[in-house]
């Protein structure tokens, strides 16, 4: 019989995070102050994150971080996640490649971002804090946070991206049952919100405004920390539990990936299931791994933006990063991929686009939603849109191996399945769905925002 699913005993689970950045030939810039144009200590970015994440952001030295027992009871609830070998969708595609999925979709909220939510949380508690907050898009985040933040008796405010808390309103309601408070952004509530909404009333939001509100609720409220689940080094390093499993289950399976997929939002599955692949180009046993990340052709930070130091979000609050990005007021056109509709890319990935050990593939809707129903008929598992980017990316390596008649081990992230996001689904099988592109004349004019940084001048960590 064919073995479809890997899975481990909980002895095997992780006991320690995969820090990257101790590992890369060159580290990442670091985020640094906008005013000053200094680089930002572990200090200065504690007062809006709880500091072991702080600490963990700027970390180049320690490569394994141990994961805290209290985190690691709580991932063994619903971890190993299984990886498995998509034999009907090989079928459906007539070819001799493997590939493999690793599914994060089996935790009861449905995707990846609980991994992150439960760690973050859990130092909030240990470090005397009493609220939470963030920003959401598709919701995914929200609800994972909302959860994580009742098991460590914390209370949650989120602002979800409005557009989508329209598109998907029963993330909001899932959250609401985990007890925390939601609103959609741009909001009243918040001073950047209030100016967004006078400049352009009919603002959808996008997570650049709902970042901008949740750092300011964090910042004028004492107790409160603010959380994001992508973007930031410390959350792809929570994240690494996905490929360090995903690599001893390949082991069980005997195979080891020629090509490494994962759809692309902030870079926290991507980064989660690569980098600890990675490590291996550099420690010489694997060096002709490929890693490709795919993001929406409506949304193409990685393909089509710039590497500067920019914002993280709408307003201005955060620290500039240095990163692909599109512009910090990018407006992304309202595909159902909510968590891929954002200006920027994470630091560490930005500087391994740079330094090409790492590409990305821009992917028009449709061909995502295409795949994604493909997926669903052969392997039985709806997709989240994000997720289906991959699934497009892994379809088009088949296509190409196929024609080059090679036959190479592929390894794709599941990021989330798409149980709440069946309204998506519909307009696809409606027909109501169309592709949204952007010109490069809307890049370069919207890239004008970028503040102005000589990143020659900035010193490495
Ligand atoms: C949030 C999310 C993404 C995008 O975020 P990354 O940080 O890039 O992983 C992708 N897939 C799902 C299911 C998500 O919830």
Redesign the pocket.
């Known amino acids: 019989m064919k073995q479809k699913k890997f899975l481990l005993n909980e002895n095997d689970i992780p006991t320690s995070w995969y820090n990257i950045q101790a590992d890369m030939p060159n580290k990442p810039l670091p985020p640094i102050n906008p005013a000053t144009k200094e680089p930002m200590t572990a200090d200065d970015l504690s007062h809006i994150f709880n500091k072991e994440c702080s600490k963990q952001e700027l970390d180049t030295e320690h490569a394994w971080i141990p994961i805290p027992d209290e985190v690691r009871e709580k991932y063994t609830y619903y971890r190993s996640t299984p990886l498995v070998r998509a034999y009907a969708l090989e079928e459906a595609l007539h070819t001799k490649a493997h590939i493999y999925f690793k599914n994060e979709s089996t935790n009861p909220l449905g ?3 609980i991994n992150s939510a439960l760690p973050q949380c859990y130092y909030c508690k240990e470090e005397g804090d009493t609220n939470v907050t963030t920003e959401t ?2 919701g ?2 929200g609800m994972a946070l909302s959860y994580a933040a009742k098991l460590y008796g914390l209370e949650a405010a989120v602002y979800q991206v409005k557009i989508t808390m329209q598109q998907k309103p029963y993330r909001s309601t899932v959250m609401r049952t985990f007890g925390a408070t939601v609103e959609g952004s741009p909001s009243m509530s918040t001073r950047a919100g209030k100016n967004i909404i006078t400049k352009d009333p009919r603002h959808p939001g996008s997570l650049g405004t709902a970042i901008s509100e949740a750092i300011e609720l964090a910042t004028t409220t004492p107790g409160c920390k603010y959380t994001l ?3 930031l080094n410390h ?1 792809a390093l929570h994240q690494s539990v996905i490929g360090l499993e995903a690599e001893k289950q390949m082991e069980m399976a005997g195979e080891y990936p020629d090509k490494v997929i994962a ?8 980064g989660g299931l690569a980098f600890p692949f990675m490590r291996h180009i550099w420690d010489g046993t694997h060096k002709d791994t490929e890693f490709i990340a795919a993001e929406p052709a409506s949304c193409p930070k990685l393909t089509r933006g710039k590497f500067e130091y920019d914002f993280g979000d709408e307003a201005g609050y955060t620290p500039l990063l240095p990163m692909y990005t599109l512009g910090h007021d990018f407006k992304p056109s309202n595909i159902h991929a909510g ?2 509709r954002y200006h920027g890319a994470g630091m560490i990935i930005s500087q391994l686009i740079k330094d090409g050990y790492m590409h990305g593939v821009d992917i028009p809707q449709l061909e995502t939603f295409q795949a994604g129903m493909l997926f669903a008929q052969t392997e039985g598992i709806i997709p ?1 849109p ?2 289906t980017h991959a699934i497009a990316a892994v379809i088009r390596e088949v296509k190409k191996a196929n024609e080059e008649g090679t036959a190479p081990v592929i390894l794709f992230c599941l ?2 399945h798409g149980l709440i996001d069946m309204p998506s689904y519909e307009s696809y099988i409606n027909g109501d769905l169309t592709n949204y592109t952007v010109t490069d004349e809307e890049i370069s004019e919207n890239l004008k925002s970028v503040p102005e940084v000589d990143m020659d001048k900035i010193k490495r960590q």
């Open positions: 995707s990846h971002k898009g598709a995914q985040w689940g992508s973007v959350v759809c692309f939002g902030g870079g926290s599955n991507f968590g891929l989240a994000e997720s990021s989330g």
